[in-house]
């Protein structure tokens, strides 16, 4: 059965347009508020630096240790384990659905 399709809300349907501002008065005041932007994000990231003691501060910047790769020996190996497990599970729910020594055609 196929699904309607809703519809969009009144509010969502309307779109208003804005007015456009000049664009040559907010550069001026957009230079002189980043200055005291980078200034308090500074002084933020010495306070917190401050906070941690130096140890942690190392480890964080460590990068992780990297894993090799399987090599192709453990590749043959996983999949030969999955196939003799699978079998394993399959032979377990044979028994499980029909015990062994009972036949269907007997």
Do not use: Y
Request: hydrophobic content about 30%; charged content about 40%.
């Amino acid at each position: 059965m196929a699904k309607k399709a809703r519809r969009k809300s009144a509010a969502k349907s309307k779109k208003t347009k804005r007015a456009k501002v000049s664009t040559k008065g907010r550069k001026k005041l957009a230079a002189k508020s980043k200055s005291k932007q980078t200034a308090k994000r500074t002084a933020k990231r010495a306070t917190k630096r401050a906070a941690k003691p130096a140890s942690k501060r190392a480890s964080a910047r460590k990068s992780p240790a990297k894993v090799a790769p399987p090599t192709i020996t453990e590749k043959v190996t996983g999949a030969f384990q999955t196939v003799v497990e699978t079998v394993k599970e399959t032979n377990e729910l044979r028994d499980k659905l029909e015990p062994p020594g009972v036949s269907e055609s007997a």
